[in-house]
């Protein structure tokens, strides 16, 4: 049986949602709160701002106006590292049997939550993921501008994220979500090529979310292109009739492609002094462009600002497709580094301990070396994992310097004899931060995991996290790394039922 169902319930299921601190948040768990229907077990607030601001907390925000509203909602950091790791952190923190993924621009009518249940109960044992319906509300006074179309062709994409469920058993099966899509893009296709993959249906239902059109600069549309980069990632993990599988047309492209090289052409000839070719190849550049921009120009409102729009982004947009495209194409053969792409998870090539109960004997707020005393196992344990070719590293909290109970020279050299005793580490990272203050590496946040691994150029992925309490196994639920929970009697009961994977001692620590 799924987890988080009993015979003859309905469907158990929580809800993820990545944020970067919209208003608009706070308007989704509002429309959330009023569901006519089953409420959700659990609503995971994923806050995905990158250098956000400690003091000015927008998601703590709307998170405590929904709990007041009686939502039972969890908020967590992924540190911006894209919604694709966002969710990935969300979905880790469920026990539901499903989990219904949202965007913060949504807004739900009164009937979703009813509406998703019966989709649910009505999915049969194959089905790894359901997809709700979108309406797009466009103004009933004038034709809509190029970004509300389209805005509005979402409510005919496949698999779209933005109101989707997916079978957490199947979630599982998959690793979730590949964290190497950095945006918005591509993401939610890639997951459901792959569950598919894996043996699962992944069906339509009838459960309906209000998509309304989010406020965009006049430059939203050139930062799209940085898309075509992930279109060539999605056709080295999964071959060329990728797009027939995902129904994705194929745009654009390649009318961008000869407007490029159009005016490449133009300018050299230009500088070769051949002015006819340059003059028909000019001719061609500012045909095909403005062809393009009355395409986009035509359905809309054609107002002085539109038609700006248009004109400046027309020209902007194929050269920058272009450029984003081969960018992704040399990525993708190992041409800029890191290799060619591998199926999703990478292996684990840097494990990250915990120190004061996990590898040595926890002597609280411990300043004195001598004091140091390695537990059983650890000493066998790195040595066997430097044997192997893997990097090992520190992440501790020391809150003591900040409550005054010991100086940070006495951490190093507290680690330092660690380091004696159990083998240098090749990363070694510190929390001096209190709990009484906002902190970005204070474990359960994932600070010190990132930055352990971009100190070790390793992806957090490629990073697995043992500790010995729920704190350690959070921070690397939400930095995206794998996490072993090895209990001590501080260890809660809450934290061993929570934890993605327990053992009893660290001779049992195994690393895929």
């Known amino acids: ?46 806050d995905d701002r990158r250098g956000r601001d400690l003091a000015d907390d927008p998601c703590e ?32 923190r469920v026990r539901s049997g499903w989990v219904a993924f949202v ?30 319906r979108l309406h797009v509300p466009l103004p009933a006074d004038r034709r809509p501008t190029d970004w509300e179309r389209g805005t ?87 071959g060329p009739d990728w797009r027939e599988r995902a129904g994705s047309a194929l745009g654009r492209l390649p009318g961008h492609v000869a407007t490029t090289a159009a005016a490449a052409l133009a300018a050299g000839a230009a500088l070769a002094g051949r002015r006819r070719t340059a003059a028909l190849a000019a001719l061609a550049w500012a045909g095909l462009t403005a062809e393009f921009a009355w395409l986009r120009t035509a359905p809309g409102p054609r107002d002085a600002a539109e038609v700006r ?47 004061d109960g996990t590898l040595v004997h926890d002597v609280p707020y411990n300043g004195d070396p001598d004091l140091v005393k390695p537990v059983d196992g650890a000493a066998e344990l790195l040595a066997s994992l430097r044997a192997r070719g893997l990097r090992t590293g520190l992440v501790t909290n020391q809150s003591g310097v900040a409550r005054g109970l010991l100086t940070r020279e006495q951490v190093d050299a507290v680690n330092a004899r660690v380091a004696e005793l159990l083998g240098p ?54 930095a995206g790394a794998r996490a072993v929970l090895v209990p001590t009697d501080v260890t809660r009961a809450e934290e061993v039922e929570s934890a993605p994977v327990v053992v009893r001692s660290l001779a049992e620590v195994v690393v895929p």
């Not at 049986?1 to 009993?6: H, L, N």
């Not at 709307?62 to 979905?91: D, F, K, M, T, Y």
């Not at 739900?108 to 049969?124: F, H, I, R, T, Y």
């Not at 994220?161 to 939610?188: I, K, N």
């Open 103 to 132: 965007d913060d621009d949504v807004e739900l009518p009164p009937a979703w939550s009813q509406q998703l249940v019966a989709d649910l109960a009505a999915a049969g044992d194959d089905v790894g993921a359901v997809q709700g």
């Open 425 to 478: 580490f090749d990363t070694v990272q510190v929390s001096v931060d209190g709990p009484d203050v906002p902190s970005r590496t204070r474990k359960p946040e994932p600070g010190m995991v990132l930055d352990a691994a971009r100190e070790l150029g390793l992806a957090p992925a490629e990073c697995l996290v043992v500790g010995d309490i729920g704190a350690d196994v959070e921070a690397a639920l939400s």
């Open 152 to 238: 509005a062709g979402l409510a005919d994409a496949q698999w779209i994220t933005a109101d989707m469920a997916y079978r957490r058993t199947a979630l599982e099966q998959v690793s979730g979500f590949d964290e190497r899509f950095p945006r918005a893009f591509r993401e939610d296709a890639d997951l459901a090529l792959r569950v598919s993959a894996a043996g699962w249906a992944v069906v339509r239902g009838e459960h309906l979310a209000v998509h309304p059109v989010r406020p965009a600069d006049d430059w939203a549309s050139l930062r799209q292109q940085r898309g075509n980069a992930d279109d060539a990632l999605m056709g080295a993990l999964h």
């Open 61 to 92: 925000a709307a998170c405590a106006a929904a709990r007041e509203a009686g939502l039972p909602v969890r908020l967590v950091r992924s540190g911006g590292r894209g919604p694709a790791a966002a969710r990935n952190a969300g979905w880790r």
């Open 309 to 355: 729009r248009m004109v400046l982004t027309s020209i902007a947009i194929p050269p920058a497709a272009v450029v984003h495209r081969v960018r992704g194409e040399l990525a993708v053969r190992g041409l800029l580094g890191g290799g060619r792409p591998a199926p999703w998870p990478p292996p684990v090539r840097a494990v990250l301990f915990d120190r």
């Open 1 to 46: 049986m799924t987890a988080g169902t009993t015979p003859g319930a309905p469907p158990a299921f929580s809800v993820v949602v990545p944020s970067v601190g919209r208003p608009s948040l706070g308007v989704l768990l509002g429309t959330l709160a009023a569901q006519r229907g089953p409420r959700p077990e659990l609503v995971v607030v994923v």
